[in-house]
């Protein structure tokens, strides 16, 4: 089992900057890969950014060229930066890892689930 915590969540204005963290803990894999989702009421989660265990990162097109993920091997610690936030950021971000070596920009592609931090921002 591998458990997961965000934080970095909170309330902003349009075009300030948040940065999620997510502590990984638990079992080890060497491919793993760590990931944000994000959901809104009545909506399914959104794949927002990957960073794959080939360190490859991928980007949802709402996102790209504003937030970066980035990870921390040692501490095992994802983090995902935004900037230039927007109204339509507004959601609960989660942090996932897979223990599967295929790339995933699906919630289904993913074992473990943090339990989310709240991101809202203000026109």
Not at 14 to 30: N, Q, V
Not at 57 to 66: D, L
Not at 73 to 100: G, I, N, W
Request: glycine share 8%; proline share 2%; charged share 20%.
């Amino acid at each position: 089992q591998v458990q997961l915590f965000e934080s970095g969540g909170g309330s902003v204005q349009a075009g300030d900057s948040l940065r999620l963290s997510c502590l990984a803990s638990g079992s080890t894999f060497s491919r793993e890969t760590m990931a944000w989702f994000r959901q809104t009421p009545g909506k399914g989660r959104e794949f927002v950014a990957i960073f794959h265990w080939s360190t490859n990162t991928y980007y949802s097109n709402s996102v790209k060229g504003r937030f970066t993920i980035s990870r921390d091997r040692d501490t095992r610690t994802a983090y995902l930066q935004m900037e230039s936030l927007k109204p339509e950021d507004t959601a609960v971000y989660f942090c996932a890892v897979a223990h599967t070596t295929a790339l995933s920009m699906r919630s289904s592609g993913y074992e473990y689930w943090g339990s989310g931090t709240q991101v809202t921002v203000s026109a």
